[in-house]
């Protein structure tokens, strides 16, 4: 059974997991703030009974009726969270028993952006089969937001203004993972730094033939020429390449090799590494995931920059 709370249901919506513990309060600050930059509305998501733990016959009856009452709890706290980071944000609440639920439909129709907070070691929890964010990952199939768990201080710099960082493969279509990309750096007010790694041996003429593609590939995605916009390519190895530009304030987009799922997820991707450092927010955007428009105003001119390193 599904109980929402709904003020305005026409409204897009930004989805925090709300389980309780501190790994998705964390989750629910970073939604709320990303619902109030996008102008959309908070809905805190508790799947009760999420527990994996094996109980005995004779306890099923009292995890029966302390689980819903520990949803609540849950998503109690997880409102306070959001009303002390953003009292302005407009918030609706469901609890849900299952991620599969059919009724939670229409709340996935209406998401633009999932976050999550469970990612226990390096953000890979949160992907993990049999665990509930990932459930609820395979489920919404919209770009992910996972709280970046840097615990170096930060220092405010009026030189250096945040920026969206995303890794280009040069393989397949990855218009989707641009236009998130390129939606983020709008919203945030932010530059757009995409990130083409190649193998260190490569010569001269096939970087700068790397350069000449991912340029190709930007601007054939709309959404890019409203935002200041710099190309990168790195001799080195991706993760690294990725990883050695990002400063905890900025937000590095990537994407999934997996057809359709976050099956891509695996020992050696892009992804999975850049997950196991997390050195800021991370978005990561499954294949064939619905990406979602977002409502601007007055579309600044292009900047277009090209760098080579």
Known sequence: ??????ENESLGLVVAGADGSWQSLRA?????REAARRGLTLMLLTVAGASRTTYGRESLGRLEDTTPASARAASARAVMAARATDPDVSVEVAVVTSPWEPELDRIIERTHLLVLGD???GGQVAFSIGSTSGDL???FRRPILLPGVDTRPRELSSARHPEVFVGLSGQGDETDLLRVAATEA??????????????AAHPGE????????AWQVVRSVPETAAVACHVDVAQDDPVTALLARCEPDDLLVVGTRGGGTLAGLVTG?????????????????????RVAPVATGRVPEPVLQSTEG
């Not at 629910?28 to 709320?32: G, I, K, P, S, Y």
């Not at 096939?206 to 593609?213: D, I």
């Not at 590494?273 to 978005?283: E, F, H, I, S």
Request: hydrophobic content about 50%; aromatic content about 0%; some cysteine.
């Open 28 to 32: 629910v600050e970073a939604a709320t």
């Open 137 to 139: 990952a395979r489920c």
């Open 269 to 289: 991707s892009v992804a999975r590494g850049v997950l196991n450092g997390l050195p800021c927010d991370v978005v990561v955007v499954p294949r064939g995931a």
């Open 119 to 121: 990612h226990g070691r």
């Open 206 to 213: 096939r970087v700068l033939l790397a350069l000449v593609r």
């Open 1 to 6: 059974m599904i109980r929402v709370c709904a």
């Open 186 to 199: 709008l919203v945030r007010g932010s530059s757009l730094g995409v990130i083409r790694a190649v193998p």
